[in-house]
């Protein structure tokens, strides 16, 4: 799976803290993945009236439509007749905006408990300690958590978050190094493009002459590497040579010759692989890994947790986005039973919603 983009400035890049023991944020429902589904769950959720968060394991939303086909369009969203995949996931994104919901980028949902002395609510953990007292866990994980496809070269463990990167988090780290970015989608070569304005020198390290990124990026490579802003070697990684904590040289295999490139850091963007996580050992029942949802709620073998999207199942369930729409719409309206039991949710349509019209005005707090 390729990483096409770079994360975008304009999408909320959050930290992760260090694992704390800070107290958990207290919110109604938690929404694993920032897909197109969880996107517009948050919506739906603030729309009922559900206090919302949502964590994702990558640095930015979108799921599969931003990491696997931003460029393609999409012609099965109703009411758009066709557009990008990306342009998608920006319309959610502004679609939501008003209602400020906090997501958590960066981190990955691990572990779900009942709270001990209060069965009625949950408490989620994620990997970089952060943790939430909720009513619900809505799951729109998708195909499950994207990770990055890693070097497997056995030198390579040691010299991860170092000097080997599989994302670009902080240009600045880059000034004045040898950089070495192996890969051959867009991401590889707009990282390429961008990290040659600051390192010393940028090697972008490609099996095949051929690319799988725009056509645009890869001719303003092209006129890079003539220009001598930069080299373009064909080749594999062969070995990474060290002293001491420091990289110092890949060894490259081409269809000649072993090479030695000199090089400080090596950022490695070979695309992402889906793992099916932590959340396959939340004790829900499962089908082919994905989890087995009653399709009058969308809730999983277990009370207060739901799930939508492509990572639901039911006889018939079709991986589309419309679809992951219209379940997490159904499993919210049963999450608010769960947040406010003592309360009846009544049905208002948005166009008579006076609470979303003045949220959409004027936002809210
Ligand atoms: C090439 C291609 C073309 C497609 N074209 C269409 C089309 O034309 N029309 C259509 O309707 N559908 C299309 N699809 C399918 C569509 O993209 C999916 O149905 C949709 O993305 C599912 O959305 P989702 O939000 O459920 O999951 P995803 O988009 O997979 O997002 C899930 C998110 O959850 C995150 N996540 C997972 N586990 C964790 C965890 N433990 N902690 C934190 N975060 C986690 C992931 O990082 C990811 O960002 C296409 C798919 C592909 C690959």
Redesign the pocket.
């Known amino acids: 799976m390729q990483n096409t983009h770079p994360a975008s400035p304009s999408q909320d890049v959050s930290t992760p803290p260090a694992a704390t023991n800070t107290e958990p944020v207290r919110t109604d429902v938690l929404i ?7 996107l517009f769950a948050a919506f739906q959720a603030r729309v009922l009236g559900l206090q919302c968060e949502i ?4 640095d930015r939303a ?4 931003t ?3 931003p460029e ?1 369009p ?4 109703p009411a758009v007749p066709g557009c990008l ?1 990306q342009d998608l996931v920006d319309r959610l994104l502004e679609q939501c905006a008003p209602f400020a919901v906090p997501m958590h980028f960066g ?4 572990g779900v408990q009942e709270l001990p002395g209060e069965p009625q609510r949950l408490l989620v953990a994620t990997d970089a300690g952060k943790r939430f007292e909720v009513a619900a866990v809505l799951i ?7 990770a990055p496809q890693r070097v497997s070269l056995p030198e390579a463990a040691a010299l991860e978050g170092r000097h080997l990167h599989y994302a670009v988090r902080d240009v600045s780290r880059f000034a004045g190094k040898r950089v070495i970015v192996a890969g051959g989608g867009d991401s590889a070569l707009d990282w390429a493009l961008a990290l040659r304005k600051v390192a010393a020198r940028v090697t972008l390290l490609h099996r095949r002459e051929g690319f799988r990124a725009a056509d645009h990026t890869v001719a303003e490579m092209r006129a890079a590497v003539a220009a001598g802003e930069m080299d373009f070697v064909v080749g594999m990684l062969g070995a990474l040579q060290t002293e001491g904590d420091a990289l110092v040289a890949a060894q490259v295999r081409t269809r000649e010759d072993t090479l030695t490139l000199p090089a400080d850091e090596l950022v490695a963007l070979y695309g992402l692989v889906s793992e099916p ?3 396959a050992h939340w004790d829900l029942d499962m089908r082919a890994g994905r989890i087995l949802v009653d399709t009058t709620t969308y809730e999983s073998s277990r009370r207060g947790i739901f799930a ?4 639901a199942f039911y006889p018939n369930k079709q ?4 679809s ?1 729409f219209h379940e997490a719409a159904l499993a919210l309206r049963r999450a608010y039973h769960y947040a406010f039991p003592d309360k009846a949710l009544v049905h208002v349509h948005t166009s008579n919603n006076a609470a979303l019209k003045e949220a959409l005005t004027h936002g809210t707090d």
């Open positions: 694993v993945g920032a897909g197109p589904v969880g964590v994702d394991v990558l979108g799921g599969q439509c990491e696997l086909y393609k999409i012609y099965d969203i995949a981190q990955r949902v691990e729109c994980a998708g195909a499950g958590a994207f996580g932590p959340i939508a999207g492509d990572i991986k589309l986005i419309l992951g």
